[in-house]
């Protein structure tokens, strides 16, 4: 009974919430573009012109708006939007896409090799992880599953990121987010925790930002 009371309001704040109705109007995929825009807009990090890795992509809203960005005033995209996810993606034009999961050594190597053509060794200026573990509902689990995520976004940018790049992840306050937070200021120049307004109150969901490499 708790349960299906839970899932009945979770569906009513659903239908309710703006931000779903603005995805709809808009023809984004999910709720989740809004996140990412909120922070764009204040943080100027997507310009026509870059090489992005949108990791944790499906349903693909974040690529859709990526894809708006990287538009030039004619209409052209210029730029390169590569998209990553367990699950499989509805294809956007523009977007390259790899099924996979980013934990497993043969999918990070097909990312690499797609990475390497579009220019090779640091050619990254922008690296997003919506990435989440599905949550087992023991805390300090589902921590540890959350860190492993983020550390090897982290790797990835570090290997591949512009000396100028940027990482944005996606992470949960709680247990092992201090930490996070400090690996970030190790590996980064600058560090920012951004909670957009799209990103429900209730929630624990928080996003790091690091920009510039401190030692490319």
Same mark, same amino acid.
């Given at each position: ?18 931000? *779903?109705?603005?995805?709809?109007? @808009? ?10 825009? @909120?922070?764009?807009? &204040? ?6 012109? %870059? *090489?992005?890795?949108? !990791? ?7 690529? %859709? ?14 730029? %390169? ?5 367990? !699950?499989?993606? /509805? ?7 790899? %099924? ?9 190597? &097909?990312? @690499?090799?797609? *990475?390497?053509?579009?220019?090779? =060794?640091?050619?990254?200026? !922008? ?17 540890? &599953?959350?860190?492993?995520?983020? /550390?090897?976004?982290? @790797?990835?940018? #570090? ?7 940027? !990482? ?7 247990? =092992?987010?201090? #930490?996070?937070? /400090?690996?970030?200021?190790? #590996?980064? *120049? ?14 624990? /969901? ?5 920009? =510039?490499? &401190?030692?490319?």
């Amino acid at each position: 009974m708790a349960k299906n009371k839970s899932n009945q309001s979770w569906l009513h704040d659903h239908i309710n919430d703006p931000y *779903v109705k603005m995805a709809q109007r @808009e023809g984004y995929r999910a709720r989740a573009a809004f996140k990412l825009k @909120e922070i764009d807009e &204040r943080d100027a990090l997507i310009k026509p012109g %870059q *090489v992005i890795v949108d !990791l944790g992509a499906a349903p693909g809203s974040w690529s %859709q708006y990526l894809r708006e960005r990287l538009k030039l005033p004619g209409g052209a995209l210029s730029g %390169q939007i590569i998209a990553l996810d367990l !699950l499989p993606m /509805e294809p956007i034009a523009g977007v390259s896409f790899i %099924q996979g999961d980013f934990r497993e050594e043969a999918v990070l190597a &097909r990312l @690499e090799e797609v *990475v390497g053509a579009a220019g090779g =060794g640091r050619c990254i200026d !922008l690296v997003l992880s919506d990435m989440a573990p599905n949550l087992s509902g023991v805390a300090v689990a589902d921590a540890a &599953r959350m860190m492993h995520l983020i /550390e090897l976004a982290m @790797e990835f940018s #570090q290997k591949y990121l512009k000396p100028t790049g940027a !990482l944005l992840v996606k992470a949960f306050h709680g247990s =092992g987010y201090s #930490q996070t937070v /400090e690996a970030f200021k190790r #590996q980064f *120049v600058t560090v920012a925790a951004r909670k957009p307004k799209a990103s429900r109150d209730k929630s624990a /969901e928080t996003f790091i930002l690091g920009r =510039g490499l &401190r030692h490319p």
